[in-house]
Nanobody, 130 residues
Framework: QVQVVESGGGLVQPGGSLRLSCAAS????????IGWFRQAPGREREGVSC????????YYVDSVKGRFTVSRENANSTVYLQMNSLKPEDTAIYYC???????????????????????WGKGTLVCVSS
């Protein structure tokens, strides 16, 4: 059974950094993609970034380009989201989700309401505040 579990959230001051982790298990092969999403109170879920596990291809939404970096460590089946220069508007519950196809994952990151991911974690809270 495929599972993804997020960790690493917390409280950070504006301008600070956090690294989120997404531990993946249960995949039968290395051909899957992980997407990062977030949902702030009272707002719709939005996509943040995604990565294709087999070759590390990545995609970012414009609001996080240059500040967030997604990476993977195949040895322990973990995907990371390094978040730098955090802003109060980055405050949200952050979720990772898995799917088999990178194009579909990228479409879900671009339009979460219009495209589905197969497996979701329970989320980790990131709060950016002074």
């Amino acid at each position: 059974q495929v599972q993804v579990v997020e960790s690493g959230g917390g409280l950070v001051q504006p301008g600070g950094s956090l690294r989120l982790s997404c531990a993946a298990s249960g995949f039968l092969s290395d051909y899957y993609s992980i997407g990062w999403f977030r949902q702030a109170p009272g707002r719709e879920r939005e996509g943040v970034s995604c990565i294709r596990n087999e070759d590390g291809r990545t995609y970012y939404v414009d609001s996080v380009k240059g500040r967030f970096t997604v990476s993977r460590e195949n040895a322990n089946s973990t995907v990371y989201l390094q978040m730098n220069s955090l802003k109060p508007e980055d405050t949200a519950i952050y979720y990772c989700a898995a799917a088999g196809d990178f194009v579909e994952t990228m479409a879900a990151v671009q339009d979460p309401q219009g495209h589905a991911m197969e497996y979701w974690g329970k989320g980790t809270l990131v709060c950016v505040s002074s």
